[in-house]
T-cell receptor, first 115, second 114 residues
């Protein structure tokens, strides 16, 4: 069975500081991993995804994530936070295939950026 | 942006009344999903469809039914709404069931059951 744990429901950083959002996964099959961002009152938008092509994945808006199999992690980082990064971030892992391509989501991490 | 619309965007209803939410897509994608989003739970799969008239249950399907009579429309029905179904509902679509395929999400429907 697949599961995702996001450590920290709220993270606060200062503008210009490093952003680190943590995601650990459990998967009974080779994992495919996703990070989505949700701005207030909007749907989810894909930031980046890991599909086994490369362990360091670059996404939109300067975000990147590194897949570490030994640590079962897929943490999201951005070197310098911007006010516009304030949003909720969700890590997700693909189902095992038995559910026709669904995603299993973590509980989300709300990022606040202080001026 | 993927062509996904959801209607209504906001709804307030009373316990015991039926409610239908609509997801409409213009991408001709075969796979469509309904999720609910609740604080502290992330998103959870309610039902999904893998083609016209082909649907199946997800993790939290109790109290919900779905229908898909056309490729572009996927309906979610709460037969008799309860307060526990107060939530934000998202529709998602994808072209294939491949595990690495990206799902694209609609803007959501905020439902309040009084």
């Amino acid at each position: 069975a697949q599961s995702v744990t996001q450590l920290g429901s709220h993270v606060s950083v200062s503008e210009g500081a490093l952003v680190l959002l943590r995601c650990n996964y459990s998967s009974s099959v080779p994992p495919y991993l996703f990070w989505y961002v949700q701005y207030p009152n909007q749907g989810l938008q894909l930031l980046l995804k890991y599909t086994s092509a490369a362990t360091l994945v670059k996404g939109i808006n300067g975000f990147e994530a590194e897949f570490k199999k030994s640590e079962t992690s897929f943490h999201l980082t951005k070197p310098s936070a911007h006010m516009s990064d304030a949003a909720e971030y969700f890590c997700a892992v693909s189902g095992d295939g038995g559910s026709q391509g669904n995603l299993i989501f973590g509980k989300g991490t709300k990022l606040s950026v202080k001026p | 942006d993927a062509g996904i619309t959801q209607s209504p965007r906001h709804k307030v209803t009373e316990t015991g009344t039926p409610v239908t939410l609509r997801c409409h897509q213009t991408e001709n994608h075969r796979y469509m999903y309904w999720y609910r989003q609740d604080p502290g739970h992330g998103l959870r799969l309610i039902h999904y469809s893998y083609g016209v008239k082909d649907t199946d249950k997800g993790e939290v399907s109790d109290g919900y039914s779905v229908s898909r009579s056309k490729t572009e429309d996927f309906l979610l029905t709460l037969e008799s709404a309860t307060s526990s179904q107060t939530s934000v509902y998202f529709c998602a679509i994808t072209g294939t069931p491949n595990r690495q395929e990206t799902q694209y999400f609609g803007p959501g429907t905020r439902l309040l059951v009084l």
